[in-house]
């Protein structure tokens, strides 16, 4: 059990590392191959960041274990909102930034929707994984869109771009593919020790995947919106975390509907996806709400990490009732 843990968290530490090299070899490839800044922007950075999670969906799905992969995208989007927003906006409370009212918050809307589509016939499977690919190709042209029309990015993404390193066109592809082989080995051991720590503990895949597996691959989340919080940047942090779970909806759930299509239990339905849907309600309650302040105070942080404490509580009573 111990190694398995161990494992786990050199795993997520090199998974963080391999996706911060393949993000900066990755743009600044294309930078020296003369593609726009917007194309970046959209691509390398918007769906690149998301690197973890796509390639510990891959490597599950593969495994014959989508069931992880699912779960780690439902998980994921629960503990953005709940522990990496709720937490830092107790340490500072949190504005939406006006491109994330009127674009990212809406788009996030359409996503959740549509994989609460996909999912109600109690089935992930090819089609659905095409339907959620054919949002995620939405989303990048209306992103593509706005800045071409003079219009900016998120500003997450424009604090990204802003921060990525120049580099030759020999160096840049070096860490491309240094962090594109971290990424590949730390996803393949992450599976494996998440499916030995299910075997060891008698837990099914996809409730590692909400929970372990979910909070792992999260902590990128937290550290980039904590720093930003912290570099009094607080607009972006939010940008951020939405801009995640539509891209964990879009892009790592369609992974294994793709690759492993599976049956979906009416559990995971109505308790997991329901929790995934009602923090992410919260969120367009304090967005929109009758009365908000456009912006998550301390008080509705600590509600949003209340939430998720008394879900994942939920999750180990039933599970050992």
């Known amino acids: 059990m111990w190694l398995a843990i161990l494992t786990l968290i050199i ?7 391999g996706a911060d090299r393949f993000v900066s070899g990755a743009a600044a490839t294309a930078r020296n191959l003369g593609v726009s800044k917007i194309v970046i922007g ?3 950075v918007s769906v690149g960041t998301s690197a973890p999670e796509i390639l510990v969906a891959l490597d599950a ?28 906006a107790m340490m500072r409370p949190l504005p939406f930034a006006g491109t994330v009212l009127k674009g990212e918050v809406p788009w996030m809307i359409g996503a959740t929707l549509l994989a609460l589509i996909v999912l109600l016939n109690g089935r992930l ?15 990048m042209y209306r992103l593509a869109s706005r800045g071409r ?51 060891l503990l008698h837990v099914d895949e996809f409730t590692i995947g909400l929970t372990i597996v979910a909070v792992g691959t999260s902590l990128p989340e937290l550290a980039a919106t904590l720093a930003a919080a912290i570099k009094g940047q607080p607009d972006i942090a939010i940008g951020n975390i939405v801009g995640s779970n539509i891209i964990n909806i879009l892009a790592v759930m369609a992974v294994p509907a ?12 109505w308790r997991d996806f329901g929790m995934m849907l009602a923090m992410s309600t919260l ?35 039933q599970r050992h009732a």
């Open 125 to 139: 499977g090819f089609g659905d994984g095409l339907l959620l690919l054919a949002g995620l190709g939405f989303v």
């Open 149 to 199: 029309a003079g219009g900016e990015l998120p500003e997450g993404i424009e604090e990204e771009l802003a921060e990525l390193p120049e580099m030759g066109a020999l160096r840049s592809v070096f860490w491309l593919l240094v962090g594109l082989v971290v990424l590949l080995v730390a996803a393949d051991k992450i599976v494996e020790a998440a499916v030995e720590v299910a075997e």
């Open 42 to 44: 959209v691509t390398a």
């Open 283 to 317: 969120l367009v309650l304090f967005a929109y709400g009758p009365g908000s302040r456009k912006l998550i105070t301390r008080f509705e942080g600590a509600v949003l990490v209340c939430a998720w404490i008394g879900y994942t509580s939920l999750l180990y009573l």
């Open 11 to 17: 795993g997520f530490i090199a998974l963080v590392w």
């Open 61 to 88: 799905s593969l495994r014959g274990t989508p069931q992880l992969a699912i779960g780690n995208a439902i998980g994921s989007n629960t503990c953005n909102i709940g522990i990496v927003l709720g937490i830092t």
């Open 258 to 269: 793709l690759v492993a299509p599976s049956d979906i239990a009416p559990i995971a339905l």
